[in-house]
């Protein structure tokens, strides 16, 4: 027997006024899981993220988290359930201190001692944060931006983190660090549901993947099955 899903989307579909970006996808995450999105710019990976957050409503669809429909939810309860959002372009506070922002994604815990030892984490995840804790968080890199956003939507403890675009704009190496940070909190149990241009990453690490393409599911398989695909390797891992 299979294992029941986290998260459960069918039949999605998402409206900008007239213009379709999401054309009735469906898709699952298991528990402990890595699933990627990828596909080209404009293909509804974003829109697809923001609805499952509930900052978007669906036209139409099922979304099921943890055996409950979330559709109808307001953000705040969607994050309240376990479901965290690191958005695209990071969407840190620039004016506030690194560790405002951290605890910005705590704000519906009231258990002090755990919130401190959440800090700490991230701290122990990406020390950067710790040795800058009292600066403005708008001097960091865009790297440490994004390290920063990851941060922030761990400490609201999710059972399943999504992550959008992690490595936009990063050097190799920072690269590196932050798809060695999303194995190890998959490591630790956190499901992770993750968007990505650099198709070739995401791919090595997820257990499944699908690619997108103008609002649909194009193709679906295995990371490893993706990353073999002759029309994925063309496609998108730059490949003639
Ligand atoms: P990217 O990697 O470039 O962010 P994506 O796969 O995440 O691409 P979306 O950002 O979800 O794609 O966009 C899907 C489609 O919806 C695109 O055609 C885009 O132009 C359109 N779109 C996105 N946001 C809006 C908006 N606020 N109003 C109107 N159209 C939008």
Redesign the pocket.
Known sequence: MTAPALLDVRDLRVA??K?E??KGISFSVAAGEVVT?I????????????TLSGLLKPRSGSIVFNGEPIRRLRPDEIVARGLAHSP?GRHIFPRMTIEENLLLGAFLRRDKSGIADDVQRAYDLFPILGERRKQAAGTLSGGEQQMLAMGRALMSRPKLLML??PSMGLSPIMMQKIMATIRELSSEGITILL?E?NAQAALSLADHGHV?E??TIAISGTGQDLLHDESVRKAYLGED
């Open positions: 900008y006024g213009i970006a999401v999105l596909g080209t710019n404009g293909a509804g990976k974003t829109t697809t993220l923001r695209e959008d675009e968007i241009q997108m103008i609002g």
